[in-house]
């Protein structure tokens, strides 16, 4: 019987070998690639946590989520923002871009997530059958076979295995579209030019693309809602740069869509924009959500230009009269100074980002700002003086004795744009000393120096080692290939100076 055994084992051995080489004959006849066999679906990681893990009441909760929402009528959706918290949290907002494209037909769905369980270099797109939710199985497209074969994609299991971001989104998709392939998509530092440019090549008119992201994540209600705000909108005016610099912890996701949308000339609406402190939890520390649906318009979409002119000397001077105002009121603790913004120049009432440096006897007494535009002028002004009175980390609070004999400048900053280069040596050449403020992003670390900076730090590769340093990073992490380089201009005004300079 052994005997015998081993034989029909060796001859069903032979049999299976023979028959991948049929199929690997056909496949290499036909000119189709030939892959890895594909794994077994990935099985839900988040249900009965994220959402209910019993199909009937899973599809009782998507459902009520999706009565109560009301987004505004749409023409056809060709991509979506949506948040992937859990469905108590952030369902009645993703409910909104869902219910945008219920009942419309999409052959395929691809699905950016971010990583944020695992440390992901590049993107991942698993070789599964498919993703498995309470729902059932939604099988994986042979899209995705394709999209891995480009050199920004990859298959890392493991990435996908704990992750949430692209399965809270499938109930949803399961609910409102029924079948469909999907391409799930995790990201890490992967380049997202790269990844647009790679998705481009295989886009029709079947495919819709979803970037899930929450924004801000555990900031006090108020402050979450100007930062959230500003990300929004960054979106609406598809800014594909100047989302990097947002608080969205799947902001690679959204800049690759951004930048997809931009070339394609689709259309952005803002369905809905709220946090958990407005859906089910407490307002002290509260993550952010939205809604944005992309649509195929007829009209080129044109987004809207950013004034940035130049203050003249009177708005220069209101500006510094607020630091000062605002100084002394929050060293005295006195209520901030509250201007009638209908009475202030147009240009103080746009956004847009400012420092304020105080100095006493020209050494630095605190400095505090925002790069991005958060705030209007007036108000970034107001509360940076305040904040660079009492919260600079580096000194200790200004005394109301001190008022006297500190000086107050203001730097009015333009919006960022991305410095972009082929090598460390070719960035260098391309700053400018003196002229160029400098915000350096490696992954979650941020540093900046305001152009004044270059005074003391007039070598370039000084000045760009020092910054790194001060994200908390070695001294050569400018030169990684996960760096991006921003820079801004300033114009700088002081207090008792004759002619404004910028």
Known sequence: MNGKYRVAKVAAAIIVVVAAMFVVLRTCQSGEEVGPPKRAARLAAV????????????RRTVRQHLDAAEPKELGEVRALVAPHAGYPYSGPVAAFGFKAIAGRQYKTVIIMGPSHRYPLRGASIPNVEGYETPLGTVPLSPLAD??????????????????H????????????????????ILVGDADAEAMATAILKHLDDTT????????????????ANRFDAFTVRTMAEEDAELIELCQACGKAPIATL?????????????????????????KSRVVGYCSVAFTKEEEPFEPPERSSGPLDEDEQKTLLELARASLEAAVKGE????????????????????????????????????????????ESVIGNAAAAALQDPRFPRVREADLDEIHVEVSVLTVPRCLTASSPDELLKKLEPGKDGVYLVVGP????????????????????????????????????SAARVFIYHAQVFEEEQGEPTE
């Open 47 to 58: 249900a009965g946590m994220f959402y209910p893990g019993e199909a009937e009441e899973l």
């Open 146 to 163: 394709a999209l891995r074969r480009e050199k920004v994609f990859d298959d890392v299991p493991d990435a996908h295995a704990e992750e």
């Open 165 to 184: 971001s692209i399965e809270v989104e499938l109930p949803f998709l399961q609910v409102v579209l029924g079948e469909f392939e999907l391409v799930p």
């Open 208 to 223: 819709l693309i979803i970037a899930s992201s929450d924004l801000s994540h555990y900031m006090p209600y108020d402050v």
């Open 258 to 282: 951004l930048r997809i949308a931009r070339k394609r000339g689709w259309h952005p609406h803002v369905l809905d924009a709220r946090n958990s402190g407005d859906t089910a939890g407490d």
């Open 335 to 378: 209520p901030a100074p509250a201007p009638d913004e209908d009475e202030l120049p147009e240009n103080l009432r746009r956004r847009g980002g400012a420092f304020v440096t105080l100095t006493k006897h020209g050494e630095l007494r605190g400095c505090i700002g925002h790069i991005l535009p958060y705030d209007t002028l007036c």
């Open 445 to 480: 670390y941020t540093s900046t120096y305001l152009p004044q900076v270059w005074e003391d730090l007039p070598d370039k590769a000084t000045f760009m080692a020092r910054l790194s340093m001060k994200a908390g990073l070695g001294a050569s992490a400018w030169k990684s």
